[in-house]
């Protein structure tokens, strides 16, 4: 089972105030600046990067996962620009309609309405071009902030996934959310 996804060809996607784009090694700063701040991170299951070239390993997990038809991860800059301010995308999706979503902001673009912007055109394209049925977000407990974007995008709040995620040497108790195509709403 192939997702009805072209490998060779990144769709770009656009919203009102954003480009999301093909992340590349053009952004190796941009991607330094947003997971070398302890901020972003907090409820990241990354340390702070300590120098630049961090970036190409995750530069590379995206174009990987990208090629192999399991997940997308976006840039995402400003209108017209070509840095990034942040990511979102796919983690993983599977043949069986389901998947996983992840997204992250430099801390100066908090509390603006780029994350929900961007997750709205994400979530779409997913449904719609990506045939998920199902969309999950694992929340680090705590993370305020992003259980706020997924409630106001429809989103349930499931449970709680006890001691799911295992970094940094400690186990992470995981609110898990979840959207289902028939209870999104593009308004």
């Given at each position: 089972?192939?997702?009805?996804?072209?490998?060779?060809?990144?769709?770009?996607?656009?919203?009102?105030?954003?480009?999301?784009?093909?992340?590349?090694?053009?952004?190796?700063?941009?991607?330094?600046?947003?997971?070398?701040?302890?901020?972003?991170?907090?409820?990241?299951?990354?340390?702070?990067f300590k120098n630049e070239s961090e970036g190409n390993r995750i530069i590379e997990l995206f174009q990987t996962r990208f090629t192999n038809q399991t997940g997308i991860r976006w840039g995402i800059a400003l209108?017209?620009?070509?840095?990034?301010?942040?990511?979102?995308?796919?983690?993983?999706?599977?043949?069986?309609?389901?998947?996983?979503?992840?997204?992250?902001?430099?801390?100066?673009?908090?509390?603006?309405?780029?994350?929900?912007?961007?997750?709205?055109?994400?979530?779409?394209?997913?449904?719609?071009?990506?045939?998920?049925?199902?969309?999950?977000?694992?929340?680090?407990?705590?993370?305020?902030?992003?259980?706020?974007?997924?409630?106001?995008?429809?989103?349930?709040?499931?449970?709680?996934?006890?001691?799911?995620?295992?970094?940094?040497?400690?186990?992470?108790?995981?609110?898990?959310?979840?959207?289902?195509?028939?209870?999104?709403?593009?308004?």
């Amino acid at each position: 089972n192939v997702l009805p996804m072209n490998p060779t060809s990144f769709p770009t996607l656009h919203t009102e105030r954003l480009d999301l784009i093909e992340i590349t090694q053009e952004h190796v700063s941009d991607l330094f600046a947003l997971f070398g701040n302890e901020k972003v991170v907090r409820f990241y299951n990354l340390l702070p990067f300590k120098n630049e070239s961090e970036g190409n390993r995750i530069i590379e997990l995206f174009q990987t996962r990208f090629t192999n038809q399991t997940g997308i991860r976006w840039g995402i800059a400003l209108k017209n620009t070509t840095a990034i301010i942040g990511t979102i995308g796919y983690n993983s999706y599977t043949t069986n309609h389901k998947a996983t979503i992840g997204y992250d902001i430099q801390a100066d673009f908090w509390n603006k309405g780029f994350v929900t912007e961007a997750l709205q055109k994400v979530i779409d394209y997913g449904f719609n071009e990506l045939q998920i049925n199902r969309i999950e977000a694992e929340v680090m407990q705590g993370n305020f902030a992003s259980e706020k974007v997924l409630t106001k995008l429809n989103f349930e709040k499931e449970g709680v996934l006890r001691d799911w995620m295992h970094w940094n040497e400690k186990h992470y108790d995981m609110t898990l959310f979840a959207l289902l195509r028939k209870d999104f709403d593009i308004n």
